[in-house]
């Protein structure tokens, strides 16, 4: 390949130079034949890449097409339930609720109902008028030790940190939140300036590295803490003891994105990669860590506090439960997230097999929270994937109170899922910290996709409630969902996760597997 590319570059050359020799202006020939001669000797001599040695020039077309592939798969070739994480059916559900755009669906369901893992709600022949309910419903956050409660939307803007998004993607959504009067998740990033400026209400989330409230050595600081948590926008705050993307696993945000800006409200050295620790350092068992809940309750003046957790060993979640009994002190608050993963980027591995998935943790803590007599002191936010209505009136039926959505927002927002969201490419500004990029997005614009996105699921929800002859959330429950669990049989939700009676944990026998967790839960350490 090699003397047959030596042997057209010299006969190209000996043509272009004839042609120009009898006709002045095609000279201009060799220009790009040089170029191409120039980078087939490059492609030869490098030592990298097999394809490009081996196939000097047209090598390259591979990599052109591997680039053009997410493009020409996303517009020309897709279904509208083909596309992965989100598929072209429920990221145009989005983009027409955003923008107001008609979103009714003609001539039939594009879903195969009669496969596996299809779901669907029971609606009732006693149907209510949606004019009949509260078309904005919202719940308290905070028990009884909490002074300063926060009446919250049952739908709100999952955990994305600025750093991981652009600045003008963090203003939107937080004049979104302000817009449509719900909350907005910083993330483990810290509290910045465009999470507060606009004026939306914030859920500030505390990670693993202590980001806005951290000593020099990275450990927690109590006085920066109390400083940001009195802040008027400020109405909650999460700890973060794992996410979905990437459980057991630190956060990550790399040396491209931490800009000076970043690494300044991070209190981090700018322009390295960032890992967060896996672990907390502020305390090492259930008890330390109710006690910190209830040092960040006091140090905030009594807002809601509660943290955030993807399942993995039940007998862990089990020991919290059992600490909270112990010390007296509960969270006001539980977000589960789902272990099929969000906006985070991750390992492959911790994408693909870590963390269980949303609904089977829900259930599992909605389940364990209620047999220990737990539940209706702690409000339980489900985060994974929620796009729709159903997604929603689906985890409020599993025992969720609210719902957290990261993606449906970053659909709102414009995302086209072009999965450049680590490299600090994204084409439409939401997840780079190049300003060529961030500055595409038009902050006035946005945010009122993304109240719109947030009033018409919000509505969607409402909606389906009405269809099952329902007035509010609450009435829910997993006898209204179904599955198909194969071609001939159907479960509800009831059936498929039985709920545990109340009380149930808090003495012997303990109903199903409960007693084996029992025996796990002494040594449990964080």
């Not at 330390?288 to 809940?293: A, G, H, R, S, V």
């Not at 009594?302 to 955030?308: A, L, S, T």
Request: hydrophobic share 40%.
């Amino acid at each position: 390949m090699r003397q047959r590319f030596y042997l057209i570059s010299i006969s190209s050359v000996l043509v272009c130079s004839f042609i120009g020799f009898i006709w002045p202006f095609a000279i201009w020939l060799l220009l790009p034949v040089s170029l191409f001669i120039v980078l087939g000797i490059y492609d030869i001599s490098q030592p990298r890449h097999t394809i490009l040695r081996n196939f000097p020039v047209v090598g390259h077309a591979r990599w052109i097409a591997e680039w053009l592939r997410p493009m020409l798969r996303q517009y020309y070739m897709e279904s509208d339930t083909d596309g992965v994480p989100i598929n072209r059916m429920f990221r145009s559900v989005v983009y027409q609720r955003s923008t107001g755009a008609l979103d009714s669906v003609p001539f039939g369901t594009r879903v195969d109902t009669y496969r596996t893992g299809y779901e669907w709600m029971g609606h009732s022949l006693a149907a209510r008028k949606i004019e009949e309910l509260d078309t904005d419903p919202r719940v308290l956050v905070g028990n009884a030790a909490c002074t300063q409660p926060y009446s919250a939307s049952i739908l709100n803007i999952s955990a994305m940190s600025f750093g991981a998004l652009s600045q003008t993607a963090v203003l939107a959504l937080n004049h979104g939140a302000r817009i449509g009067k719900f909350a907005h998740n910083t993330g483990e990033g810290g509290l910045s300036p465009y999470h507060t400026q606009p004026g939306g209400d914030l859920i500030w989330q505390i990670g693993t590295g202590y980001f806005g409230c951290r000593t020099s050595q990275g450990r927690f600081c109590a006085q920066q803490f109390a400083d940001k948590a009195i802040h008027p926008h400020v109405k909650m705050i999460e700890i973060k003891l794992s996410q979905g993307a990437k459980p057991g696993h630190g956060g990550l945000l790399p040396a491209a994105k931490n800009t000076p800006e970043i690494a300044g409200i991070r209190g981090v050295e700018p322009y390295i990669q960032i890992d967060s620790p896996p672990v907390h350092s502020a305390f090492s068992s259930p008890l330390e860590m109710m006690l910190f809940i209830s040092q960040l309750r006091e140090l905030s003046n009594g807002k809601p506090i509660g943290f955030k957790l993807c399942i993995g060993r039940k007998s862990e979640f089990v020991a919290l439960c059992k600490a909270m009994l112990e010390s007296g002190i509960q969270p006001d608050f539980i977000t589960v997230d789902g272990g099929e993963g969000g906006t985070g980027a991750a390992p492959l591995e911790y994408s693909n097999s870590i963390g269980m998935p949303l609904r089977e943790g829900l259930a599992f803590v909605v389940d364990t929270l209620t047999g220990f007599d737990l539940k209706k002191q702690i409000r339980v936010i489900a985060a994974g994937k929620i796009i729709t209505g159903f997604h929603l009136l689906r985890i409020l039926a599993m025992g969720a109170d609210l719902g957290n959505s990261a993606r449906g927002m970053m659909l709102a927002l414009g995302c086209i899922q072009s999965l450049q969201c680590h490299n600090n490419q994204c084409p439409t500004g939401i997840t780079t910290q190049n300003p060529g990029l961030y500055r595409g997005l038009v902050i006035a614009d946005k945010q009122q996709r993304v109240a719109n996105f947030h009033k018409e699921t919000v509505e969607a929800t409402v909606d389906l409630l009405s269809a099952a002859g329902l007035s509010t959330p609450q009435q829910l429950n997993r006898e209204q969902i179904f599955r198909r669990v194969s071609a001939d049989a159907i479960r509800s939700y009831a059936e498929l996760f039985p709920p545990l009676p109340v009380g149930s944990l808090l003495k012997a026998p303990y109903p199903g597997h409960y007693d084996v967790l029992m025996r796990h839960i002494q040594t449990t350490q964080f």
